[in-house]
């Protein structure tokens, strides 16, 4: 068994913590599990949340894993992320040890209690000088929602600051608001069945076969012989692979739904009875009156004929229809209305509650669906909502905290926390299990504000991530396999992660840390009964009780682990038998008339269009199933590194290369108003003309993308912008195209 060693520089207080009853162990073996045995864990990369059976020795450590055969979500397989799952553990930069930044500006390395002093006396340093708005923390949705939870109440309610967001702003934020404001709760109707029991599957801005490999595999399972329709501008290994592929223009999607809209009600093709479930029909059916093929054909790049024939294709009657969208739409300026327009197609076409039907989200990370629910970011842990004083005496009974140390006042969003940092009002900031120095949009923006932070802590696995070493502290973090916990995958499955690895040197769960600087803010009284994560489980199900993710009809982690994972919502009372299940049925939804609103604005173009000086369009996203966003996982893997290329490089079409003499394999300079990249020329004719794509997963790439946000969800337009290519060292010179 993994004994619980102390280190010989951790100090009192964390032998002080570690000592505790029931403590939750520096990567214990739960001594559920007999050694020599096999255990289940879901797998921590992607939202389909496949199940893997990983093999122990006698020492109840990690020798090797299988797909779990007969899980609902991926019947026995796994995607090559899934099965090198246990690589990235091992590694020579793992964090090992907090590093603190000394006064020669060099990181050294230090122990617990010094790290967590430095942590607590410079943020309560700040926190005295500049007040509650003057600290943020950057988070996750790739740790389990246990954690999650204790962060955000733990920052909030524990340390008394008002701003957090997540990576989930810059991926799933888009679809969170369209289903808030359509549906009246963050609710995606789907089960993964639905891939299997569709006539139709529409997949916009979705590159199944890379990015959800297990998903497309669902696709492949279905009978029906479906049309399988990718709306997407490049030819993806996902478009190639499916019945018709529309290579649409670059954020062309809103104009395209509404011209089909207009089609879809022109010809009477609606579902009445579907449309008695809504409000706003008739100004919506006005709003579309003028918006016909003709008006979208330039705006889309389709012709008008091609526009009627896909309004046929998704209103058959008898038909079954879905909608899947991911980051094509998400990632863009009018990204949350473009999801609406999915949505609406799918309401006034009857296309909802119904098998194979549905207006769904595919979601990115492992647990973005738990940070939805629990982060206690955008909204209040549980389901619930910060600006509603019913809501705030309920989740303050229901963790008994007092009510005053819940906020009434919303969170900035992600980049208005960047923006706060850059003139010089957050002056301390957390990043936890993400990296943005990397990740987020025009990253050079980032890199330039750092100088204005106070203190930057960032909580990783890895001392060598771009975030880590801008750090001033780094805290040592387990990561997937060194700890336990919940995810939510995209079809609203919960279930659990296992220890079945030691975390290395000093490494401990981001629980674990939590707990630590809790005690040592001097808040940990607020939370003694976060023992852990199943505890925490226990707590933040029943502050569920009565929302629309109620779930408080799972007993624990056995049960979720009996069950083959759990959809919410799940109220005591559910039916035990049930494997997977689909929202609105009822054709009820969660707004207080129970009606589905249907929400438009007009289309607009992109925000940096092409010009003269940057004639192309720079389209960024996931390159390989191997690659994981940005590599700090993936690259440890000999098999997964393998399986991509090493060195960065952009897809370009062969005549725009040939026009600006560039050849196979060449050198090659991509350019946009922030930035440049030194990539190599891959030729293929996947783009279109005046279009590049540059997978998101080498270093520099965000120093060329453009910060633009959809107005209601604040997420970022990475998807698309203007630049140009020219050989390296070499003079511009544009193609004609
Ligand atoms: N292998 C691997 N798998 C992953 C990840 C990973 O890093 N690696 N990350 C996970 C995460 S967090 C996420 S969010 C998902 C993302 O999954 P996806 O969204 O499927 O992946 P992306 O490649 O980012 O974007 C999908 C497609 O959007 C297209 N696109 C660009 N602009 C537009 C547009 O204007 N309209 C339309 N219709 N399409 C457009 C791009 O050409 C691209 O093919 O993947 C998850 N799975
Ligand atoms: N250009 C462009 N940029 C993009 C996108 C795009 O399509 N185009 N997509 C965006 C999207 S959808 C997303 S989701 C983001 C992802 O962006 P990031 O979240 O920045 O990417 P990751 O590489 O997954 O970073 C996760 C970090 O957490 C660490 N980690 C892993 N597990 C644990 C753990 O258990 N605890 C702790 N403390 N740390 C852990 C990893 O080592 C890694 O450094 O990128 C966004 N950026
Ligand atoms: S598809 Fe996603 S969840 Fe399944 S094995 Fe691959 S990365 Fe893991
Ligand atoms: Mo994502």
Not at 344 to 351: E, F, Q, R
Not at 679 to 688: G, I, S
Request: glycine share 8%; net charge neutral.
């Amino acid at each position: 068994m993994n004994p619980l060693i102390l280190k010989e520089n951790d100090g009192p207080l964390t032998r002080e913590l570690v000592q505790q009853p029931g403590d939750f162990g520096l990567g214990k073996v739960p001594s559920r599990l007999k050694p020599a045995s096999t255990t289940t864990s879901i797998c921590g990369f992607c939202a389909t949340g496949c199940q893997l059976n990983i093999h122990l020795d006698k020492q109840g450590q990690a020798i090797n894993l299988t797909p779990k055969p007969g899980y609902p979500v991926n019947l026995g397989m796994a995607c090559p992320k899934g099965w090198q799952a246990l690589d990235p553990l091992d590694t020579p930069d793992r964090a090992t040890s907090p590093l603190l930044r000394n006064s020669k500006g060099e990181m050294e390395e230090v122990g617990w209690d010094r790290a967590v002093e430095a942590f607590v006396s410079k943020l309560k340093g700040i926190q005295k000088d500049h007040g509650r708005e003057s600290v943020a923390f950057l988070s996750t949705g790739q740790i389990p929602f246990e954690e999650m939870a204790f962060l955000g109440c733990l920052f909030k309610f524990g340390m008394g600051f008002l701003h957090g967001d997540a990576n989930t702003r810059q991926c799933m934020a888009t679809a969170v608001m369209a289903y808030k404001q359509s549906f009246g709760f963050d609710a995606p109707p789907a089960s993964y069945a639905d891939f299997e029991e569709s006539d139709v599957i529409v997949l916009v801005g979705a590159n199944l076969c890379i990015a959800h490999p297990i998903l497309w595999q669902r696709v492949m399972r279905n009978k029906r012989n479906p049309t399988i329709i990718v709306i997407d501008p490049r030819a993806t290994e996902t478009a190639q692979a499916a019945t018709q592929h529309i290579p649409l223009k670059p954020k062309g999607d809103l104009a395209l739904f509404q011209a089909l809209t207009h089609c879809i009600i022109r010809d009477g093709r609606t579902n009445p009875q579907s449309i008695a479930n809504t409000e706003g029909y008739e100004e919506m059916a006005e709003f579309v009156s003028e918006l016909d093929p003709l008006w979208a054909a330039p705006k889309t790049g389709m012709t008008p004929k091609a526009i009627e024939a896909l309004a046929e294709t998704v209103s058959e009657p008898g038909k079954r229809v879905s909608w899947w969208w991911t980051m094509g739409v998400n990632q863009s300026h009018e990204g949350v209305r473009c999801a609406q327009a999915m949505i609406n197609l799918a309401l006034i076409t009857g296309n909802i509650g119904k098998p194979g039907t549905g207006a769904n989200s595919i979601t990115g990370q492992c647990n973005a669906m738990g940070s939805r629910l629990f982060s206690n970011t955008t909204s209040l842990v549980g389901g619930h909502d910060f600006a509603m004083a019913e809501h705030r005496a309920k989740v303050a009974e229901g963790l008994g905290i007092p009510v005053e140390r819940i906020p009434h006042d919303p969170s900035l969003a992600y980049d208005q926390i960047l923006t706060a940092a850059e003139e010089g009002r957050i002056k301390g900031l957390w990043i936890v299990a993400t990296n943005p120095f990397h990740s987020w949009v025009d990253a050079g923006a980032l890199e330039r504000l750092r100088s204005n932070l106070e203190f930057l802590i960032v909580q990783d696995m890895y001392r060598t991530t771009e975030s880590a070493q801008c750090a001033d502290l780094v805290l040592p973090a387990a990561g997937w396999g060194e700890k336990e916990g919940c995810f939510i995958n995209s079809e609203r499955r919960l279930a659990t992660t296992k220890v079945v690895s030691r975390a290395p040197g000093k490494a401990m769960s981001d629980f674990r840390i939590f707990k630590l600087i809790a005690e040592a803010w001097g808040c940990g009284g607020l939370f003694s009964q976060w023992t852990h994560p199943e505890a925490v489980f226990h707590i933040l199900r029943d502050l569920t009780r009565g929302r629309p993710c109620d779930i408080t009809g799972i007993e624990g982690y056995d049960h979720l682990d009996a069950r083959g994972g759990i959809q919410w919502p799940y109220p005591m009372g559910s039916p035990r038998e049930e494997t997977e299940r689909r929202l609105y049925a009822d054709g009820h939804f969660y707004t207080p008339s129970g009606k589905a609103r249907l929400l438009y604005s007009p289309h607009t173009e992109m925000p940096e269009m092409p010009d003269d000086t940057y004639p192309m369009i720079l389209l960024t996203g996931r390159g390989t199933s191997s690659q994981w966003h940005t590599q700090s996982r993936t690259a440890k893997s000999p098999v997964l590194s393998r399986l991509a290329p090493a060195t960065p490089y952009l897809e370009l079409h062969p005549e725009d290369a040939s026009e600006i003499h560039i050849q196979q394999g060449d050198l090659i300079e991509v350019q946009t108003r922030r930035g440049s990249l030194e990539v190599e020329a891959y030729l293929a004719p996947t783009v279109q003309r005046g279009q590049v794509f540059l997978p998101m997963h080498y270093h520099g790439v965000n120093r060329l993308t453009h910060p633009t946000f959809d107005p209601h969800s604040r997420q970022p337009s990475y998807k698309a912008c203007a630049c140009r290519v020219q050989t390296k060292g070499g003079e511009f010179i544009p193609p004609r195209a």
